[in-house]
């Protein structure tokens, strides 16, 4: 019976009642409100840095550090709502009439609209989004309704993980009241994190280029998560690091793939006119850079149905592709896909051949949505993080910076591809973003072919995300150079023969 003694002694000490605690964006946003870093807050707490991101990131701490997070969390959403108040206060004899921008940063609804975070009346909107622009007006701590959405189709009934409740949903899809006055930095208010990082590995590594180099290539990803944690801070929206995916973005297998279509372009045109052609292979530059400028989903997707497209909000979409009729001298804009039948596209992929579709291009037909999954979204929500990439990548070439350079790369293309289910980033999962951000990439570079063809080139190949092969004078068409607006020669070769080719070859 002595075991049974000691489970109930076990079970009485046990609290069944925790200090509750806000959701776990909140928790973030709270300590960035007050301009606290993760290891200033872990000192006070007596625990380490990973820690703190753990729980930001959604792991529930226990016990005595419990409370004393708990404790933490509540006065500082006490200070900065007092804040908040008082430069309210400040500003409110600086309004003037309905539906123009305030002093803090919003515009004044002319009617009250549910806030995305709480779902009471608000009286300003933050792009687009109604929203109290005072937390201590926001009722987040206490369930509210859900914002109704007209129009949009009920969830279809799945075995799913339960969904946040009400009063937590918006806040939980990332979506942050934003105290007033805080702003996002311009950019030349930032410091240079890059420079001095670079700056810092020669010195440890007395100056030897090759060293120092593959040191911060090692380094890449944390220093691109610590970049983008800098580039957001004062940011109107969070960023949610881990949120609830559904199956068809996790990995059916261990080592292999979701059910998610990149649209991945590998296309040779099928034939050439009679003769011989010189053929120029173009690299496009910093091609996932560019498209970090992409629309992505603020928070948590939700599940719709129904052929709509909701150019407010961003995900991934089950289709019907169109039929393209145009594969002779035009790669197809679904990618090198051989099988027919609906799949999972992302929103890059859609928007195109939505795009395609319409009465400018006639191209195609629309695609059949059959659901989808998404959340509201904005086009900017790396815009800071690409900036201070792309200016570094940019000073770095122009003053022969080879170290700056292959850092920066590798920071850009080492994020995009470890935001899915990686062991290399645990900071951010966010599989989703990863596939619409590649995808991007895809539609960047099937926009230049469309260019080149629209201005009379002709297009050989078109490969991947950076790989254009055109004829004829490319220069009239595309800016030559390193930069992210231009284009380099990879290659020059010439193919065909008096009689044509079934497919280029090189000579």
Not at 323 to 341: I, Q, T, V
Request: hydrophobic residues 35%.
């Amino acid at each position: 019976m002595s075991d049974f003694h000691a489970i109930d002694a076990l079970l009485a000490s046990a609290s069944s009642d925790q200090v509750p605690l806000p959701p776990a964006e909140e928790r973030r946003w709270l300590r960035e409100g007050l301009h606290l870093s993760r290891p200033q807050l872990a000192h006070a707490l007596g625990v380490g840095a990973s820690t703190v991101g753990g729980w930001e990131s959604g792991r529930e701490p226990s016990g005595e550090v419990r409370e004393k997070y708990a404790y933490f969390l509540e006065g500082a959403r006490t200070k900065l709502a007092a804040s908040a108040a008082a430069e309210v206060s400040a500003g409110a004899s600086g309004l003037e009439g309905a539906g123009r921008a305030d002093d803090a940063g919003g515009e004044v609804l002319p009617v009250p609209e549910p806030c995305v975070l709480c779902g009471q009346p608000a009286r300003h909107q933050v792009e687009g989004f109604p929203q109290h622009l005072d937390p201590a007006e926001c009722g987040t701590t206490a369930p509210a309704p859900e914002p109704v959405r007209p129009h949009e189709p009920a969830p279809r009934k799945e075995s799913r993980p339960p969904a946040p409740a009400a009063g937590q949903s918006r806040a939980a899809h990332g979506v942050k009241v934003v105290p007033v006055g805080r702003r996002a930095q311009a950019a030349s208010d930032t410091p240079d994190l890059i420079g001095s990082t670079v700056a810092a590995a020669l010195d440890e590594h007395a100056g030897d280029v090759e060293a120092a180099t593959a040191a911060l290539v090692k380094r890449a990803i944390p220093d691109a998560m610590a970049l983008l944690d800098h580039t957001r801070k004062g940011g109107r929206y969070d960023v949610v690091a881990h949120p609830w995916l559904p199956d068809i973005l996790r990995k059916q297998t261990a080592r292999g793939a979701d059910q998610i279509w990149e649209a991945r372009p590998k296309w040779t045109r099928p034939q050439l006119p009679a003769g011989r052609h010189e053929v120029t292979a173009l690299d496009i530059n910093g091609a996932y850079l560019s498209a970090l400028k992409t629309h992505l989903p603020l928070g948590q997707l939700e599940h719709s149905t129904g052929n709509h497209h909701d150019r407010r909000r961003a995900g991934v979409h089950l289709i019907t592709p169109p039929a393209w009729d145009h594969d002779a001298y035009l790669p197809n804009p679904l990618g090198s896909r051989d099988e027919p039948g609906p799949l999972w596209v992302t929103e890059p992929t859609l928007r195109l051949l939505l795009r395609l579709s319409g009465p400018k291009y006639g191209l195609c037909e629309p695609p059949q949505i059959h659901e989808s999954w998404t959340s509201g979204a904005t086009e900017s929500l790396l815009e800071k993080f690409r900036i201070a990439l792309k200016d570094a990548r940019d000073r770095a070439i122009a003053e022969d910076d080879e170290v700056t350079l292959e850092y920066v790369k590798a920071m850009y293309s080492k994020f995009v591809s470890t935001m899915g289910e990686s062991n290399y980033n645990r900071e951010l999962y966010r599989a989703d973003w990863m596939h619409l951000i590649r995808s991007q990439a895809f539609v960047n570079l099937w926009w230049k072919a469309h260019r080149a063809y629209d201005e009379g080139l002709m297009v050989v190949r078109a490969m991947g995300t950076d790989e254009l092969h055109v004829t004829g004078d490319w220069r009239a068409v595309f800016p030559e150079g390193r930069g992210v607006t231009e284009v380099k020669v990879k290659d020059v070769y010439t193919v065909g023969t008096e009689q044509g080719l079934a497919g280029p070859t090189e000579t």
